[in-house]
């Protein structure tokens, strides 16, 4: 007997040149989701396409029998700001992610809830065990990433680039999404539950049908240095003066020591130290320490003044948002960005 599941769940798909893939993208969610839940809400979120994703969005939203809302961006702002567009929309108690290129399957949702709320997990990851993607060019570099953001994340998952999640909403709208962070979410919802919340289910995932990939080997080095700063974040959010602190400490020890030496042997033994390297080291050491210190110092500032005056502006900007029970897209200004301006467009 099928389950069909009671929990309101929303499903946020970001879209940028699918319009070959929306309307198979609809069919296989209404498949997979239309008797596997009494309410289900799909939030397609166009991050500025340049086809015809729109147009043949808003004809499926008056032919398809679900909840779709058409959320529209002003402009490409990227994947992760799309992504926190549509979970700032999505009113379920769980959310579902996905990418709109079919390689992800919405045939797993269901499969993925069931799992969630008997594990009790507030964040459950898709594993791509059988990826169908380009060996030396996706694979490979995606598990020495895999591993990597484990190893310096502490959250041990075997496929952090997979679309394909469940949240627990009241967990992931406590987590700000910026830059392209998206690849980190796990790591991020670290900050707010416990590791221990966080699970991963192999998925299926198929080869892509339409379009061609947004992404190519230079997305890897992106992911290292968008690695550094969650590894700082998620270490010295709160505490800065503590991370320049210790760097300014170990190059004031080093160069006190260097400028030690060539006092003693300068004043003591009574050689000449005005040509030694290791003068012109020390001085450059002491002053890296100096302003390791100051940079600590301005921000602890900085951070204490962020909590206390945080405005909480979005990372998007909505253009117009469609849905079945409005006949006309809701126009936003651009200067309404707020969360709650939003909510009050829905």
Known sequence: MKTTYRTPLSVVIPLYNEQDSVHALVKRLEEALLTAFDHVEVILVDDGSQDETVERTQILIDQSPMDIKLVALQRNFGQTAAMQAGIDQAQGELIATLDGDLQNDPIDIPMMVKELKEKDLDLLVGWRKKRKDGLFLRKIPSKIANRLIGKITGVQLHDYGCSLKIYRSKVIKQVKLLGEMHRFIPAWTAVVTSSKRIGEIPVSHHARQFGESKYGISRTFRVLIDLLS?????????????????????????????????????????????????LLIGVLFIMGAIQMLSTGIIAEILTRSHHATSDQKQSYVIGAIHSKDQGDPIANSADTHSSNANKDNT
Not at 234 to 262: C, D, E, K, Q, W
């Open 230 to 278: 969650v590894m700082f974040f998620m270490r010295y959010r709160n505490r800065p003066g503590h991370f320049f602190g210790s760097i300014g400490l170990f190059l004031g020890a080093v160069g006190g020591l260097m400028l030690t030496y060539l006092g003693f042997d300068k004043f003591i033994l009574g050689h000449d130290i005005g040509t030694r390297p290791m």
